[in-house]
């Protein structure tokens, strides 16, 4: 029988318990998920595409059916060209459904054999966005409750 194979793609900048929470329950529904560093020459990360992969694969160690990748192209594309048949999203109550639908409507349109599949995310964790974190970070706010210890770890070094 052949794997049921997901992708979860984001610019993970940086990865945060919201992330995590999609990538734990997607597990139990796929057999493999590859988190894909999505790499947009249009934005200026906290942390390097490299740095963020290497995190994610330290993070991800003990989880045989995890793979991490970084990608620059479009996503569906990735997915094309790895034989992966699913796209896994997080949905959080503040304004993503409109945005996620027309992405997913797009990507099958450009893809027919990869469907969209969305999670909705944990209520403890919604509000959580990587780019709020990174506001709270650089004003010296304590963000161990949003990110995982091993991001912050990571995080505290590119701060100095």
């Not at 995890?66 to 990735?78: A, P, R, T």
């Not at 034989?83 to 304004?95: A, D, E």
């Not at 797009?106 to 509000?127: A, G, H, Q, W």
Request: one cysteine or more.
């Amino acid at each position: 029988m052949e794997k049921k194979r997901a992708l979860y793609a984001g610019t993970f900048d940086p990865f945060t318990n919201g992330h995590l929470d999609i990538v734990q329950r997607a597990i139990k529904i796929f057999d493999e998920i590859v988190v894909l560093v999505a790499v947009s020459p249009n934005k200026k990360p906290f942390m390097s595409s490299e740095q963020r992969v290497n995190v994610l694969k330290k993070l991800f160690a003990h989880e045989p059916k995890v793979k991490v990748d970084s990608w620059g192209g479009l996503i569906v594309e990735y997915a094309r060209q790895n034989k992966i048949g699913s796209i896994v999203r997080g949905l959080r109550p503040t304004g993503d459904f409109e945005i996620e639908f027309q992405m997913a409507s797009m990507n099958r349109k450009i893809n027919p054999d990869c469907d969209t599949v969305f999670l909705m995310t944990s209520e403890k964790l919604y509000y959580i966005s990587s780019s709020l974190v990174k506001e709270v970070y650089n004003h010296n706010g304590d963000i161990t409750s949003f990110v995982p210890p091993l991001v912050h770890e990571e995080m505290k070094k590119i701060k100095g």
